[in-house]
């Protein structure tokens, strides 16, 4: 290192600086983990983790008995949403609404970028392609009669998603069908994408908030997403308590890969849904700590006698 | 006749060729002034190197490619480089921008440094070859480049020049035909050497007699010794025969030293450009590699076994996985067409490649640059170090290399030199006997000069005319010179303005005590030196001729012609050089005084004289001029004539001068040794000497059992190899098979039972290491290795420079490799300095050749506490902390990555988004350990230095060994384990919002990754123990960074982006109540085992501290007073020692 002894020269030959950082000798804060502060630390953080997972247990179990609003899940399993290959198939420009990105799709879609006609696809990719398409509707009985439960499907995706991240293309003589002109609809799909809600423009194309959450592609090959939520009318504070009958339309094929499919009702809490790990690790560790606190309280007394032994 | 021309012409060529061929050999002959010696002989351009210095490595054409070559030579950038190249190649689940970025950004860093270092290089190059300077042609002075000057070419040199290439000194302004020069930028000596031109061309005093010089010089082809140097010169004279004269290295005038108190010279240039000795000097040491350098890439190599295993596993339970159909290409999820076309063989491989990229991570690119930049930065703070800064010479360390700090913390022998190392090598001259008896002064000065029966103290009196005798011996016998004063006029030399220059510390102080005994030495004048005697006369010496001082012959000569017309020859040296030159029954007397001098630790030299009649004279001096003729080999002809002129002198005297210990250099050995190292002194001094200064530098104690394997202990020189056999199988008994078997594991503690400490001689050691082939003794050095190994202490003593290194070689390789460091002052101790682990190089009174050649260098010997102690501790602490950290931190980032593709199908998804793989060894986790590897003292320094002992814990390279290297990878191990683990559980159910929304796989990600950074970040503010303002900054700081990068990142639509992965992701995460206890909680975890042995370590250590630790410091100290003077028995060692001892003890205590 040249610059290094040019350097140290430069140095040498005056006095070196004498300044606390250049002499080591900073102040410091030389902190030392003594048994005397750990103790106390230990039996707070071990007294507050029980606490915390008492409460996290507590309002976990409360999720079962259906206060406050109800989310509506389906549940796939032995779906590999994060596969790779699926994960990169997509096209984020042609969701956001971009022209180009309408009409010539990215090659990460293939084989789902191009109809066999080569027309592009608009949403192209695995993902779109694979939307979930089950249907669920809700009916409660009262006096006699199965009234549908209204279930909301807005704001089931994330908030920048439906609004900023997806958009659909701008609309052309004020008609969606019109801005979709010269793409294909996914292959897998019955319908083009402006005809995902055709009631509610604002829930059509690649804003339709099904799809958004759909795009979310899930961590692990068992995932959740959210359906519907009832948080109208009579069920705003719950389900209460009765017959329910659920119509399913079933068209999502899962027993070709040995996939399932299950359907949840579930409140939530402050936590989120229902999870008994948090609970249970938190009360564990809890458990521990206080353990080890006391096992560090005997040890620590056995040394101060033996100090003191040896002093006397 | 026509033939026998074309014959010596050819043979010319032949000859011009083959110097080509092999440079160093043969001789090469030059035409001054390029004038062809006759017109018969016909004139031949020769074909030598022009003048041009290229130290500059690259050009600008061939920069790019030759600094990416050698970048890429590195084992660690080449790596990266192919996974760089597999990323652009294959199809990878990261983009190559994540490992690209890094690696261009290393590489560009150290293009652009090196670049500059090349462009200074370049700069004085440039400085250097367009210099002007005035050749001679033609009787006309041209102004020339200095790069355009050829050999043969004649220079003219002015005063305070530097000389533009090697050059044969002809002429100068001064009428004796000499010149000052100093060297102070070739080897650091100050002084001003003399040089003379040859005789026959001193009077060529203008441009146009230079010009009609006819001559050639042969000489030997260029060599890089400084000191060396045989040629002969060839005068013509129109009609005479030419006249020979030989060139010695005081005829060569070298490029980089510079004229002094000279007004011009002319010289002609014999070597030029990269054959000057400067720059054949000039070429780089070789690279030392730590210790801990080693070990990292030994771990490299398991983390790289790690990698190569990961993706291994991957790739096979992959395809276990897809011979299911259902799991190889589900409806939903249906491969490319490219996909399907690739061969299995080929997919398998590119998969495989694909693992090797996404856990690629693991092996971290910025280890080395944060490595490097810790070497380079730490290395600043031994050059800052006030402490190690020298009033004196108002200097303070220096540090020539930088990849060998912490190495100074693994040390485990010490090498050190004697004279100037761990002695002041300022010399006093304390005093002399003459015939026996004793002259010692308590010398006041006073007005004009002493006479005999001045203020001197005699213990007896010797003849007037030996103590006279015996005075100018002293004045005369010597190379010192004069530096003059501003206004001194030629004669009259002011006392305070002259002062006396010489290369030997020695003979300035004896032309010193000289001078108090009333014979002054007065300079040089011309052939003549003058010396003013104690009757104010001046006596004026014809100089004849002068041997100098070299460590083999121990000895100088002079010879001098007196105003009478006698022939005198003076001599000093070792006695053991001079005793077998005088008559035997004139030893007795002073050998009692030597000795009894060199116990008390003093320098003994002997003076004796010889008369030498007008034909011995006659004789000697045709047999000298005819050695100084040779070409080859000329020292050891003249060391011959001398040695046959050396014989039967009579002996006058001795002389005991004192060369002071070092201030603390015995607390400092003490303390080394305690640190668990064991000092070695090679000295080329006399074993009488060394061992005294051993005693008194406390290397060895009062209770230390000696073993001496000498010439002396040897005895007989028939029976000189049985005998030596012999002692060494008892030593060998003595110390290694009768040694308790269990002080193998008590290595380096400080309590030995029984101290043994060794002393050997260089004529020893030769037969040790060389046995004459008939002896059944090669298994001699083995033995010897043994005992030394047992020993706690070496001397070695009348040490040639190459036996020193032989020495330090042999240690360095025996089994273990110990760390050996070596330090020394001159010249002598560079081939140790370079030999050795770390060399470290004393600014010494001996010129700066050691300080160059070292690693390190320190004004003094006690610099080598706080240098090994302190700053070797700590920089080992940080740098192996440092290591271990990188490889735990990239493990932990790594793990949870290989674990996600159990749950993905081994679909090589990564875990994490590109940008904190990118990242997260380059800005979010690289400050914190930069800072901690850069400021932390786990113990202060102030404790390091004052308890040796605390040197032992990082012995044997303690920190990187597999135990604590398995430590750190299985806390990786789990930590990845709970990262990965945890979240995976917490995902059990993914709507983690209190409205039910669910997150997705870049969440997932994003969640680990903050665990990840927490943690890894927190553990290291756990192991900090010394939390500066910087550390806080950097750690909150790094913290606080990622907190507002990962927003930033997540809260913009990146243009440049195919996919959107990460918007809001952040964001969204923190929204979740969950999330955060999840995060803390796993974070606790992670961290509970580490915090649990912290607090375990630090409840171990609070008990064990109630000990005192400053017992074994007194005990040590104690036995001081009285013991070593026991042994010693003289009167006057023991006054002179306790005193010292009473000095030093208050000194200790004060520590």
Not at chain 2, 164 to 190: H, K, M, Q, R, W
Not at chain 2, 1076 to 1093: D, H
């Amino acid at each position: 290192m040249a610059a290094a002894s040019s350097c140290a020269e430069l140095a040498g030959r005056n006095k070196p600086d004498n300044t606390a950082f250049t002499q080591q000798r900073l102040p410091a804060w030389q902190p030392l983990l003594s048994a005397g502060t750990a103790l106390p630390l230990f039996f707070c953080a071990g007294l507050a983790c029980l606490a915390l997972g008492l409460g996290l247990h507590f309002s976990s179990a409360t999720i079962q008995r259906f206060a406050g609003p109800v989310c509506l899940y389906y549940q796939l399993s032995n779906y590999y949403q994060n596969h790779r290959r699926y994960g990169v198939s997509r096209d984020d420009r042609q969701l956001s609404g971009d022209a180009s990105g309408l009409s010539s799709p990215a090659t990460e879609c293939s084989p789902f970028r191009t109809d066999p006609q080569g027309l592009p696809i608009a949403p192209c990719g695995a993902i779109a392609n694979s939307l979930f398409n089950d249907t669920f509707t809700l009916y409660h009985l009262a006096n006699g009669t199965f009234h549908p439960v209204p279930l909301d499907n807005r704001g089931i995706s994330w908030w920048t998603d439906s609004n900023i991240k997806f958009s659909n293309p701008e609309l052309v003589n004020g008609s969606l069908e019109a801005a979709f002109k010269g793409t294909a609809k996914p292959l897998n799909w019955p319908q083009a994408a402006y005809m995902l809600d055709t009631g509610n423009p604002n829930n059509t194309g690649f804003i339709n908030e099904d799809f958004i959450v759909w795009m979310r592609t899930a961590a692990l090959p068992t995932f959740r997403k959210l359906y519907r939520r009832v948080r109208e009318g009579n069920f705003s504070s719950g389900l209460p308590q009765g017959t329910y009958c659920l119509d399913i339309t079933y068209n999502y094929p899962v027993l070709s890969f040995q996939g399932t499919k299950k359907v949840i009702f579930s409140t939530v809490s402050w936590m989120g849904g229902k999870n008994p790990f948090l609970g249970i690790v938190y009360l564990v560790f809890g458990s521990a700590c206080i353990l080890t606190g006391f096992v560090m309280l005997a040890v620590h007394i056995k040394f101060q006698k033996q100090n003191q032994m040896d002093v006397e | 006749m026509e033939f026998s021309i074309n014959q010596e012409i050819w043979l010319r060529l032949w000859s011009i060729w083959c110097a080509g061929e092999e440079k160093r050999v043969g001789t090469r002959t030059v035409f001054v002034g390029h004038r062809p010696v006759s017109e018969t002989d016909a004139y031949v351009e020769q074909k030598f190197c022009d003048n041009r210095i290229v130290s500059s490595k690259y050009t600008v054409w061939n920069f790019l490619p030759k600094n990416l070559f050698e970048q890429f030579r590195r084992i660690a950038n080449f790596y990266f480089l192919i996974i760089f190249l597999v990323q652009v190649i294959v199809d990878t689940p990261t983009s190559p921008v994540t490992s690209g970025l890094p690696l261009f950004f290393v590489i560009i860093v150290t293009a652009i440094k090196q670049g500059y270092e090349d462009w200074l290089r370049h700069r004085a190059d440039k400085e250097v070859n367009k210099s002007s300077v005035f050749i001679v042609e033609n009787a006309k002075q041209v102004k020339k480049h200095s790069e355009k000057i050829k050999v043969g070419d004649i220079v003219e040199v002015k005063a305070d020049e530097t000389f533009p290439c090697d050059l044969i000194f002809l002429a100068s302004s001064n009428d004796d035909g000499t010149c000052y020069v100093t060297t102070a930028s070739l080897d650091g000596e100050s002084n001003f050497k003399t040089h003379y031109a040859v005789r026959d061309t001193t009077g060529l005093r203008t441009d146009n007699d230079i010009d009609s010089l006819t001559a050639t010089i042969e000489c030997e082809q260029p060599q890089p010794d400084l000191y060396k140097f045989v040629g002969r010169i060839n005068v013509y004279r129109s009609n005479q025969e030419p006249v020979a004269r030989s060139l010695g290295p005081e005829n060569l005038l070298l490029k980089g030293s510079t004229l002094k108190n000279t007004k011009t010279i002319y010289g002609v240039a014999v070597y030029t450009g990269m054959e000057t000795k400067m720059a054949l000097n000039y070429q780089g040491k070789s690279q030392k590699r730590s210790a801990v350098e080693k070990s990292i890439n030994a771990f490299l190599i398991v983390y790289l076994c790690i990698l190569v295993s990961k993706a291994t596993v991957c790739t096979t339970l992959k395809y276990i996985w897809q011979n299911n159909p259902f799991n190889d290409e589900p409806w939903y999820n249906q491969k490319t067409k490219k996909e399907k076309e690739t061969f299995k063989i080929l997919r398998m491989f590119t998969d495989f490649l694909s693992f090797m990229v996404l856990f690629n991570f693991i092996i971290p690119v910025s280890m080395y640059v944060t490595v490097e930049m810790q070497k380079f930065l730490g290395s600043f703070f031994i050059a800052w170090d006030k402490e190690m800064y020298d009033e004196e010479i108002k200097e303070g360390a220096l540090v020539n290399t930088s990849d060998l700090n912490e190495e100074l913390g693994q040390v485990e022998y010490v090498f050190t030199d004697k004279t100037g190392t761990l002695t002041e090598n300022s010399m006093k001259f304390i005093e002399c006997c003459i015939d026996g008896h004793k002259y010692k002064g308590g010398i006041s000065e006073v007005d004009g000069f002493s006479h005999t029966d001045g203020p001197l103290k005699y213990y007896g009196k010797a003849e007037k005319c030996r103590e006279e005798l015996f005075l100018r011996a002293l004045c005369l016998c010597h190379t010192v010179q004069i530096k003059e004063g501003d206004n001194v006029d030629g004669l009259i030399v002011n006392q305070e303005r002259s002062t006396y220059i010489s290369s030997s510390p020695d003979e300035i102080a004896l032309v010193k005590g000289a001078k108090k005994y009333g014979f002054t030495f007065l300079g040089h004048e011309a052939d003549f030196m003058k010396v003013q005697n104690q009757k104010n006369e001046i006596e004026k010496y014809q100089l004849l001729h002068v041997l100098n001082f070299d460590p083999v012959r121990r000895r100088m000569s002079v010879i001098v012609k007196t105003s009478t017309g006698k022939f005198l020859l003076f001599c000093k040296g070792a006695d053991s050089s001079i005793f077998p030159r005088v008559q035997q029954d004139e030893i007795h007397q002073t050998k009692v005084h030597v000795e009894r001098n060199a116990m008390d630790g003093y320098r003994t030299l002997c003076v004796a004289f010889k008369e030498l009649t007008q034909e011995d004279y006659k004789k000697m001096n045709e047999q000298l001029s005819e050695a100084k003729m040779a070409l080859q080999d000329r020292e050891e002809k003249m060391a011959r004539i001398f040695d046959d002129i050396e014989t039967d002198m009579h002996l006058i005297g001795a002389t005991a001068v004192e060369d002071r210990l070092q201030e603390h250099a015995a607390e400092t050995i003490e303390a080394l040794q305690t640190a668990g190292m064991k000092v070695w002194v090679l000295t080329g001094d006399k074993m009488e000497t060394a061992k005294s200064t051993c005693y008194a530098s406390r290397l060895f104690q009062t209770n230390t059992e000696l073993l001496e394997l000498t010439t002396k202990a040897m005895g007989d020189s028939d029976r000189k190899e049985d005998r030596l056999h012999e002692l060494l199988l008892e030593y060998h008994k003595k110390l290694v098979q009768d040694f308790p078997k269990n002080s193998g594991k008590l290595k380096r503690s400080w309590t030995v039972s029984q101290e043994y400490g060794l002393i050997i001689d260089g004529s020893t050691l030769s037969l040790i290491l060389n046995p004459s082939q008939d002896s059944s003794s090669s298994n001699y050095k083995s033995i010897f290795l043994q005992i030394c190994l047992k020993c706690t202490a070496v001397l070695c003593c009348r040490m040639a420079p190459l036996q020193k290194a032989q020495i330090v070689r042999m240690v360095k390789n025996t089994k273990g490799n110990p760390i050996t460091l070596s330090i020394g002052d001159g010249a002598n101790d560079v081939s140790m300095i370079l030999e050795a682990h770390v060399g470290i190089g004393i600014k010494g009174k001996e010129g700066r050749q050691a300080a160059r050649n070292s690693d390190y260098a320190v004004p003094r010997f006690k610099h080598l506490r706080k240098l090994l102690l302190a700053h070797g501790h700590l920089y080992y602490v940080r740098i192996a902390h440092l290591v271990q950290y990188f490889f735990y931190k990239n493990l932990c980032f790594i793990l949870p990555q290989f674990l996600y593709q159990f749950f993905c199908g081994f679909s090589q998804q990564p875990l994490y988004d590109a940008a904190y793989l990118t990242m997260y060894n380059i800005c979010f986790t690289s400050l914190p350990i930069l800072a901690y590897s850069l400021l932390e003292q786990h113990i202060n320094i102030e404790t390091l230095t004052s308890d040796p002992r605390l040197y032992m814990k990082i012995s044997d390279n303690a920190m990187l060994q597999w135990k604590p290297f398995l430590y750190w990878t299985f806390l990786g191990a789990f930590e990845g384990l709970v990262f990965f683990f945890g979240v995976y559980f917490l995902f059990q159910n993914s709507s983690l919002e209190d409205n039910g929304k669910v997150f997705g796989n870049w969440t997932f990600g994003t969640i680990v990754f903050t665990i990840l950074v927490f943690t890894v970040t927190l553990k290291l503010a756990l192991d900090t123990r010394f939390w500066t303002w910087m550390n806080h900054l950097v750690i909150w700081g790094s913290l606080a960074f990622y907190v507002f990068f990962s927003f930033f990142w997540g809260g913009i639509i990146w243009p440049f982006l195919k996919q959107q992965r990460m918007y809001f992701v952040f964001a969204h995460m923190v929204t979740s109540l969950s999330t955060w206890l999840a995060i803390v909680l796993l974070i606790f975890i992670s961290l509970f085992p580490e915090i649990l042995l912290v607090v375990f370590k630090n409840a171990k250590r609070k008990n064990h501290q109630t000990v005192p630790f400053s017992l074994p410091m007194l005990l040590s100290y104690k036995p001081m007073e009285n013991g070593y003077i026991s042994e010693m028995k003289i009167e006057d060692a023991v006054t002179n020692f306790t005193q010292r001892c009473h000095l030093r003890i208050p000194q200790m205590q004060q520590l």
